[in-house]
């Protein structure tokens, strides 16, 4: 198994749905960065459950306590990790799976895997619960690179069949609507939608825009570490995600090579392409241009249907009704997720750089020469133990 994830900046997750707590440690960031513990709390509650009447209804208020890694407001240079309790858990509810795996869900996935040992209350580990954790440490992320004047702007950009072609132009103004789709018209429909499919007792995807702005070019690990891979590894570590494409995407696969190639020119100051077709990567590294990428959330799971199964001791076909409280469209609480995983990766990539212009404009205060440092006494990439 794998709880851990990053280069020179490595996150680890637990804890479980129904457990007593979830959690996350970021390690890696060098000592001084100021934490703001106001802006963890507000991405946390753009995440949390209840947060409307079209998400569930699950309580949650998903306050963080960051238990080590701080002097005050500031980091010490230790790993830092943050703590959520869960106030509302109810593994009562879960007990009758235990024999009857749920459709759609990873309970037949973690019974072939982990046996009578699983944790099946809300999918244990494997829940959308674990977001929450990632959100606190991603957070962390989104407010670093902020300073340093990039933006990881998200977006709903469709809803079933509901789709917009507006975009968000900082990193929370979707926030403003119940749906986090920018366009306000797009909004009201697909609140409609929703609640229409709550009523009848179903669920529907969705689907989240990325477009990361401020990025110097020269940004990415070729071979196995480019730009796209590092990113995608994190994205489909989210529990809902099943596709992602960078720029036009599979459009690009019925383009001939003069429509979908990006031209070059040059500004005055930067090298700029008068297209971004290829989502501002070409050979796994950023060309200055915003990362652009699209990422698909799959309808929910439980659904307030019967659903047809098999019980899991005689073999026999079985059916099965899921309880408990849940999202008509998970994409609309995935959106801050995406963003953090998404800011994740992006500060990863630019501490692994190498370059100390790119470490100085995320750290400008000095702790280029503590990043250095640790990579001369072996702390980076491959010493970990677990490389």
């Known amino acids: 198994m794998s709880f851990s994830i990053g280069s020179r900046l490595r996150l680890t997750v637990f804890g479980a749905s129904h457990g007593q707590l979830v959690g996350s440690t970021l390690e890696g960031l060098p000592a001084g960065i100021r934490i703001a513990s106001d802006e963890v709390s507000e991405w946390m509650d753009r995440r949390r459950p209840s947060v409307s009447d079209i998400t569930t209804q699950r309580k949650e208020d998903d306050s963080v306590s960051i238990v080590s890694g701080l002097v005050g407001d500031r980091t010490d240079g230790s790993p830092i990790t943050f703590i959520i309790y869960n106030r509302d858990a109810m593994p009562s509810h879960y007990d009758e799976l235990k024999e009857r795996p749920r459709p759609g869900h990873a309970d037949l996935t973690m019974f072939l895997k982990y046996g009578e040992y699983r944790n099946y209350s809300g999918g244990g580990f494997l829940s959308g619960r674990m977001t929450a954790p990632l959100v606190a440490a991603g957070s962390v992320c989104l407010s670093i690179l902020g300073e340093a004047g990039v933006d990881v702007n998200g977006w709903v950009q469709s809803i079933g069949d509901i789709q917009s072609l507006k975009e968000a132009d900082s990193p929370v103004s979707a926030y403003s609507t119940k749906t986090r789709i920018p ?75 003069s429509e979908a190639l990006d031209t070059i020119f040059y500004d005055g100051q930067n090298f700029r392409t008068r297209s971004n077709n290829n989502g501002g990567i070409l050979g796994g590294i950023t060309n200055g241009m915003p990362v652009d990428f699209r990422v698909a959330i799959k309808p929910t799971s439980s659904i307030r249907k019967e659903l047809d199964t098999v019980n899991l001791v005689s073999k026999e076909k079985d059916t099965i009704r899921v309880r408990g409280r849940h999202d008509p469209c998970i994409a609309i609480r995935a959106l801050p997720v995406v963003q953090c995983m998404s800011a994740f990766s992006i500060l990863d990539l630019m501490m692994s750089s190498g370059k100390s212009q790119i470490i100085q404009q995320i750290f400008p205060s000095g702790q280029e020469r503590q990043i250095k440092h640790d990579e001369r006494q072996g702390n980076g990439k491959g010493n970990n133990g677990n490389d």
């Open 183 to 257: 366009d306000t018209g797009k909004d009201a429909e697909a609140v409609e939608l929703i609640k229409k499919i709550m009523s009848e007792g179903d669920s529907i995807g969705g689907s989240i825009r990325i477009s990361i702005r401020g990025l110097p070019g020269g940004i990415g690990e070729p071979f196995f570490d480019s730009v796209e891979s590092v990113i995608s590894h994190a994205i489909f570590s989210i529990p809902a995600v099943k596709a992602i494409e960078f720029g036009a995407g599979f459009r690009l696969g019925s383009m001939k090579g």
